[in-house]
């Protein structure tokens, strides 16, 4: 299992929020891809994307991870 927590904070605009993507395994054994989001201090949503393999939900986390990144998303934790 592998996840990132990522954080953007923007004083001028009152913005303080927060992603999660995490890549698990699935009760019947396949990958899925986690996805996270809210403001700092709520519960947030979540958002489960079932993949056949780990390698697919890896091809899916990788474009994500960048897109949040270009937004103005820094990491703040990370597991392996």
């Not at 996840?3 to 990958?31: H, I, N, W």
């Not at 201090?41 to 979540?46: K, Y």
């Amino acid at each position: 299992m592998r996840y990132l927590v990522l954080e953007r904070r923007d004083p001028a605009c009152s913005t303080v929020r927060f992603d999660v993507l995490s890549e698990q395994e699935c009760l019947f054994g396949d990958a899925c891809l986690v996805r996270g989001r809210g403001w700092i201090g709520m519960a947030g949503r979540r958002r489960i994307e079932p993949h056949q393999t780990y390698q697919g939900a890896t091809e899916a986390f990788n474009p994500l991870l960048r897109r949040k990144r270009r937004r103005g998303r820094a990491i703040r934790g990370q597991g392996a």
